[in-house]
């Protein structure tokens, strides 16, 4: 893994804009940007070390990923991967993985996806609100109430995630881990839930593609999506196992309490995993 195999790597993986000329020699090309020649702006996938650099290029087609002083091991071996193999590790929730693509790759995907995960939490609470035996009376009315109850059903996921990523947070501040000024923690470990997220994008087709095993189907879903939240705290903050899950933890209370509050102002809040009934078409 010292020397990429293929003509070139991905652009963006070592640099936003390439690779760029190094200094002291000639026939080296650094991957660093000038501007971040100064400051580590990489980690090491493996020991979390910060690095300036992700490999070199020594011109002619030649290049030489970067080897970490730390741990002697290549900083980041996923610059030469297929983004294929990079998703197939991360659904595996290797941190490997998840160090790729959090600290040494430029996604500005953040709110889309946070918004479509939402849209597609609150599909799954408006179809279930829907009866069984569903009213065929065409009348503008009927159709209005229904589109209003998605966009309620909007709002309320929305601030359930709003409430278990400040359940979240607040423990976390508490216990001093994204407390400290020099780095901006806050920022980063937002955007990495949000990523790690995806897994919400499931319930679409576990809906469609209902069967008797759905309501599991919809339980393992919601279990993948707090392992990834969870090995994304654990990653982002380079902190403990017991740390993260208990951060986890307090964010499914405050989300719980959030559910309670509804309840008990008498708003239905739609159908979880728990409550999930199968539907005749």
Request: aromatic share 12%.
């Amino acid at each position: 893994m010292g020397t990429g195999g293929r003509g070139g790597l991905r652009p963006g993986k070592g640099s936003p804009e390439g690779v760029t000329a190094g200094k002291g020699n000639p026939e080296e090309v650094s991957a660093t940007p000038p501007a971040a020649s100064a400051s580590f702006q990489y980690r090491c996938i493996e020991c979390n070390q910060e690095a300036k650099e992700l490999y070199r290029d020594y011109n002619h087609g030649v290049l030489k990923i970067t080897i970490c002083k730390s741990c002697q091991k290549p900083v980041d071996k996923y610059i030469e991967y297929d983004p294929v193999i990079i998703l197939i590790n991360a659904i595996l929730c290797k941190a490997q993985a998840y160090r790729h693509i959090l600290f040494n790759t430029k996604i500005n995907m953040h709110g889309k996806l946070c918004i479509f995960c939402l849209l597609c939490e609150a599909y799954l609470r408006w179809w279930q609100l829907q009866d069984s035996s569903q009213n065929t009376d065409p009348d503008d009315f009927i159709r209005y109430a229904k589109e209003w109850d998605f966009y309620r059903m909007f709002a309320i996921a929305s601030l359930e995630q709003a409430a278990f990523f400040i359940g979240i947070f607040t423990f976390l501040w508490i216990e001093g881990t994204i407390a400290t000024k020099k780095n901006p923690n806050f920022v980063l470990l937002l955007k990495a839930l949000l990523l790690s997220s995806y897994g919400k994008l499931l319930l679409i087709p576990a809906v469609i593609w209902e069967h008797e095993y759905t309501p599991l189907c919809l339980r393992l879903i919601k279990l993948f999506v707090l392992t990834s939240n969870f090995q994304a705290i654990r990653v982002t903050l380079n902190t403990r196992r017991k740390l993260s899950f208990s951060a986890i933890v307090c964010g499914l209370l405050a989300e719980s309490a959030m559910v309670h509050f509804f309840r008990r102002m008498e708003w239905d809040v739609g159908s979880d995993c728990a409550g999930y009934k199968s539907q005749d078409f």
